[in-house]
């Protein structure tokens, strides 16, 4: 029999388990990685108690994601002692940001038979069998079309990671440090992956990088995120494009254009704003400004009137008075996001805003935060009440086993995992679209009846604009 015969029936019993922390770039990480093991013959998707190697794949963004992925590290570690599996991995940004300082962190550390950087874990299998106990390539590494996946999402739902790194240098943001610097995916590479993932049931496919707005400007010839929507919005079967992590500044009308004109492209953008203070929005090195801010909103209201816009905001930057966070509370009261996440600034080491002095309390933080958070609420529920008697297209997710005849789905409004759902009276498939008409309305969630099929309002307007 030959080595590789043999090597191979080796590798095929071998089952392997992933947890997968942080954002959803790292979760594409994380399904590359897997895909990689599980086209080497590993049984990939074990459960973390009942695997031969587990993966943990970190995040490193914030104190409070470093616990998070230190604390996961240390239960694989004892799972590990106590024989449940044999190999461990650590990779992500927790593993690029501080390498085998994590001894320090770590009780246990030599359980860890090997960490990986951000560019190095499309050779895990090569690491795994050679015996390397850690790897940090450069931070160049961006997977393509050729990179297997194993889904980790709900299979009608995907994300496409179509750029890595960012060069954008936020001056509270370690991002850059661990991910390195912006690089597109090319335009034909993403439309064979998405073509692949529409391929095995995707039917709402969701664009992420760390800027989704800087997508093409790095490449020869170059491209841009209107053209790569364009270029996807003729894919057959697929249902949805929605677009995360936008760049005010780089809000343009031709983005707006395509939001309002191309038929599969969602009314929805996320857009993260930090903040509207000038001297704030300055100091944290966004570029454009509060104007640049408003400028981006305006564009995307008079091209979409109903577009759901997402934001996060930071309170509690280092030197923010009590007048800019006011500022803050004003602009969002103006504004009315549709949905908004916060957070409250958190000091990372090697960051510009970090030395910063006039650093604000933790107390006035959370106070900031909470305040905020209850505005926001308020603004949420009447947004949602606005939206009673209307029709909406929902894709859903899942079905309460129980009743058997209520079911959980996202409108276009509602991107997976960070924001609400339609909670919807009648039987329906999970992954299939459903017209509900909408009876009630929570702060974030939307409540409703399945109505008779037909086009949804969004579709026959942008029917009738083409
Ligand atoms: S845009 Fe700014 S906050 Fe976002 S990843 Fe880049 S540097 Fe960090």
Redesign the pocket.
């Known amino acids: 029999m030959s080595a590789k015969k043999h090597k191979r029936q080796r590798a095929n019993d071998k089952t392997v388990a992933a947890v997968s922390l942080g954002c959803n770039k790292n979760l594409v990480d994380t399904e590359v990685a897997l895909g990689a093991l599980a086209s080497a013959g590993y049984i990939v998707g074990a459960e973390p108690c009942d695997a031969d190697i587990i993966i943990v794949n970190t995040c490193g963004f914030i104190e409070s994601a470093v616990e998070e992925s230190l604390g996961v590290i240390d239960d694989m570690i004892e799972a590990k002692k106590e024989g449940k599996c044999s190999k461990l991995v650590v990779m992500g940004c927790l593993a690029e940001r501080f390498r085998t300082d994590l001894r320090d962190d770590v009780e246990g550390f030599d359980e860890i038979d090997l960490l990986v950087g951000t560019s190095s874990y499309p050779r895990i299998i090569e690491l795994l069998e050679s015996g390397a106990t850690e790897d940090f390539a450069p931070q160049k590494f961006i997977h393509t079309h050729e990179d297997p996946r194993f889904p980790a999402t709900l299979p009608w739902s995907m994300y496409l990671k179509i750029a890595e790194g ?1 060069s ?3 001056a ?2 370690r ?2 440090s661990l991910r390195g610097p912006y690089r597109s995916r090319t335009p034909e590479s993403l439309e064979v992956e998405a073509a692949a993932l529409v391929g095995i049931g995707a039917r709402e496919l969701i664009l992420i990088a ?2 989704t707005t800087r997508y093409g400007t790095d490449l020869v010839p170059k491209t841009s995120l209107p053209e790569l929507l364009g270029r996807l919005n003729g894919m057959d079967n697929l249902r949805r494009l929605r677009v995360m992590y936008m ?1 005010p500044e780089l809000v343009t009308d031709a983005l707006a254009e395509a939001v309002a004109k191309l038929s599969k492209v969602c009314n929805y953008i996320d857009m ?1 704003i930090q903040h509207i203070d000038d001297d704030i929005l300055d100091s944290m090195k966004r570029r454009g400004g509060s104007s640049a801010v408003r400028r981006a909103i305006e564009t995307l209201r008079s091209y979409v009137p109903d577009i759901c816009i997402r934001t996060t905001v930071m309170v509690g930057y280092p030197g923010e008075t009590k007048e800019q966070y006011e500022k803050l509370i004003e602009f969002l009261r103006e504004a009315r996001f549709d949905r908004l996440g916060a957070f409250t600034y958190s000091p990372e080491d090697g960051t510009p805003a970090a030395g910063m002095p006039d650093q604000v309390p933790d107390e006035v933080k959370v106070a900031r935060y909470n305040r905020l958070m209850e505005l926001q609420q308020e603004i949420s529920l009447r947004k949602n009440e606005s939206l009673i008697g209307s029709t909406l297209e929902v894709l859903v997710d899942e079905v309460d086993e129980e009743s058997g005849n209520i079911c959980y789905g996202r409108s276009y409004r509602d991107a997976p995992d960070i924001d609400g759902c339609v909670e919807i009276e009648g039987a329906a498939e999970p992954g299939t679209f459903v017209h509900v008409k909408i009876t009630g309305a929570g702060e974030y969630d939307l409540f409703g009846k399945i109505s008779s099929p037909h086009i949804s309002p969004m579709r026959a307007k942008k029917r009738e604009m083409i």
């Open positions: 960012c954008n240098q936020c509270y943001c991002i850059p760390q800027d760049y993260p």
